[in-house]
Protein backbone atom coordinates (compact mmCIF):
# COMPACT_ATOMS: atom_id res chain seq x y z
CA UNK A 1 0.00 0.00 0.00
CA UNK A 2 1.23 3.35 -1.22
CA UNK A 3 0.11 5.97 1.32
CA UNK A 4 0.70 9.77 -0.49
CA UNK A 5 -0.02 13.93 1.42
CA UNK A 6 -0.70 15.92 -1.13
CA UNK A 7 -0.64 19.93 -1.01
CA UNK A 8 -2.20 22.13 -4.29
CA UNK A 9 -1.80 25.95 -3.21
CA UNK A 10 -2.65 28.63 -5.66
CA UNK A 11 0.00 31.44 -5.83
CA UNK A 12 0.09 35.22 -6.42
CA UNK A 13 -4.05 35.78 -7.62
CA UNK A 14 -7.17 36.13 -6.04
CA UNK A 15 -8.62 32.64 -7.15
CA UNK A 16 -10.51 31.06 -4.21
CA UNK A 17 -8.78 28.45 -2.62
CA UNK A 18 -12.17 26.48 -2.45
CA UNK A 19 -12.82 27.00 -5.37
CA UNK A 20 -9.13 25.60 -6.25
CA UNK A 21 -9.25 22.54 -3.72
CA UNK A 22 -12.78 21.54 -4.60
CA UNK A 23 -12.51 21.33 -8.61
CA UNK A 24 -8.67 18.99 -7.41
CA UNK A 25 -10.41 16.08 -5.47
CA UNK A 26 -13.48 15.96 -7.53
CA UNK A 27 -10.47 15.03 -10.47
CA UNK A 28 -8.98 12.70 -7.13
CA UNK A 29 -12.79 11.25 -6.60
CA UNK A 30 -12.97 10.77 -10.09
CA UNK A 31 -10.24 8.35 -10.13
CA UNK A 32 -11.40 6.25 -7.90
CA UNK A 33 -8.14 6.65 -5.31
CA UNK A 34 -9.09 6.47 -1.95
CA UNK A 35 -8.33 9.50 -0.23
CA UNK A 36 -9.39 12.50 2.58
CA UNK A 37 -9.37 16.16 2.83
CA UNK A 38 -7.44 17.11 5.85
CA UNK A 39 -6.68 21.07 7.00
CA UNK A 40 -3.32 21.36 5.52
CA UNK A 41 -3.40 18.57 2.86
CA UNK A 42 -4.93 15.49 1.02
CA UNK A 43 -4.06 11.81 2.36
CA UNK A 44 -4.41 9.44 -0.44
CA UNK A 45 -3.86 5.96 -0.53
CA UNK A 46 -3.36 3.05 -3.40
CA UNK A 47 -1.91 0.10 -4.16
CA UNK A 48 -0.28 1.33 -7.38
CA UNK A 49 1.95 4.36 -7.74
CA UNK A 50 0.67 4.96 -11.30
CA UNK A 51 -2.51 5.45 -9.38
CA UNK A 52 -1.98 7.79 -7.24
CA UNK A 53 0.84 9.67 -10.17
CA UNK A 54 -2.50 9.77 -12.34
CA UNK A 55 -5.47 10.85 -9.87
CA UNK A 56 -2.23 13.80 -8.59
CA UNK A 57 -1.65 14.67 -12.24
CA UNK A 58 -5.35 15.34 -12.93
CA UNK A 59 -5.92 17.27 -9.53
CA UNK A 60 -2.75 19.26 -10.72
CA UNK A 61 -4.61 20.21 -13.92
CA UNK A 62 -7.15 20.48 -11.85
CA UNK A 63 -7.09 23.64 -10.00
CA UNK A 64 -4.26 24.86 -12.69
CA UNK A 65 -7.54 25.58 -15.36
CA UNK A 66 -8.45 28.00 -12.02
CA UNK A 67 -5.83 29.43 -10.72
CA UNK A 68 -3.00 31.02 -13.16
CA UNK A 69 0.11 29.73 -10.72
CA UNK A 70 -0.24 26.52 -8.41
CA UNK A 71 2.39 24.92 -6.18
CA UNK A 72 1.57 21.27 -5.64
CA UNK A 73 3.63 19.14 -3.58
CA UNK A 74 3.66 15.37 -3.19
CA UNK A 75 5.25 13.28 0.00
CA UNK A 76 5.00 9.31 -0.94
CA UNK A 77 5.12 7.15 1.55
CA UNK A 78 5.70 3.50 0.14
CA UNK A 79 6.16 0.08 2.32
CA UNK A 80 7.51 -3.02 1.35
CA UNK A 81 8.29 -5.12 4.33
CA UNK A 82 4.55 -4.81 5.97
CA UNK A 83 1.51 -3.57 5.14
CA UNK A 84 0.88 0.55 6.09
CA UNK A 85 -2.45 2.54 5.40
CA UNK A 86 -3.50 6.12 6.53
CA UNK A 87 -6.00 4.28 8.78
CA UNK A 88 -2.15 2.29 10.66
CA UNK A 89 -0.84 5.80 10.74
CA UNK A 90 -3.52 7.73 12.61
CA UNK A 91 -3.29 4.92 15.42
CA UNK A 92 0.27 5.94 15.72
CA UNK A 93 -0.68 9.65 16.16
CA UNK A 94 -3.52 8.69 19.02
CA UNK A 95 -0.68 7.07 21.24
Do not use: C, F, N
Request: net charge negative; aromatic share 0%; hydrophobic share 45%.
Amino acid sequence: MIVAELRIVPVGDSSSMGEVIAEATAAIRAHGVKHKVGPLGTTLEAERLDDILDAVKAAHSAAIGIAPRVLTELTLDQRTDKEETARTLTKVRKA
